[in-house]
C-alpha cells in the first residue's frame, strides 16, 4: 500500500471503528445482546464497504486516472446494490436487531466520510506531478540576442 493510501486509511479506519465500538455499547444498553451483534454486524459492513471502496478508487486513480470519476460512481452504486442485497438476505433473521443494525452503519458511514474528508485536507497530497530541475530548463540552440 502506497504512503497516500496510509495517509488517508487508517485515519479514517479508526474513528470509525471507535464510533462501531461505542454504538455496539449503546444498542447492548437499550436492546440487548441482538442489539449488540447487529450493531456490530452494521459497524463492520460499513468499515468493509467504506475501506474496500477507499482502496479501489486509490489504485484506479493510480492506474487509470481518466476513468476515477465513472469508477467512483460505479463503486457507490456496488455498494448500495451490495447493500440492498445483504438486507435482502437477511430480512426475516432473528439473529440480531434490524434497527440496531442501522444505527452502527449509519454511524459508522457518516463518521467515516467526515474523518476522510478531513484526512484529506490534511494529507498535503500533490495532484500536480512535479517536474525534475534538470528536465524544466529548455535549451537553447542559437545567438543568445
Not at 468499515?47 to 460512481?73: C, D, E, N, Y
Not at 512535479?130 to 528536465?135: E, G, K, L, M, N
Amino acid at each position: 500500500m502506497r504512503s497516500n493510501d496510509a495517509q488517508i486509511l487508517l485515519p479514517t479506519a479508526l474513528p470509525s471503528a471507535a464510533v462501531g465500538l461505542v454504538a455496539v455499547a449503546i444498542s447492548a444498553a437499550v436492546v440487548g445482546g441482538k442489539g449488540a451483534i447487529g450493531a456490530a454486524v452494521g459497524a463492520a459492513l460499513a468499515i468493509a464497504f467504506m475501506g474496500a471502496g477507499l482502496v479501489v478508487l486509490q489504485r484506479t486513480a493510480k492506474s487509470l486516472p481518466h476513468l476515477f470519476q465513472a469508477m467512483g460512481m460505479l463503486l457507490y452504486v456496488t455498494q448500495l446494490l451490495l447493500l440492498f442485497v445483504f438486507l435482502g438476505i437477511f430480512k426475516h433473521t432473528e439473529l440480531f436487531n434490524f434497527k440496531a443494525f442501522a444505527f452502527g452503519i449509519l454511524a459508522c458511514t457518516i463518521t467515516w466520510i467526515a474523518a476522510q474528508a478531513r484526512a484529506y485536507m490534511k494529507a498535503k497530497i500533490l495532484y500536480v506531478e512535479p517536474t525534475p530541475s534538470s528536465v524544466a530548463k529548455p535549451e537553447t540552440s542559437g545567438s543568445p540576442s
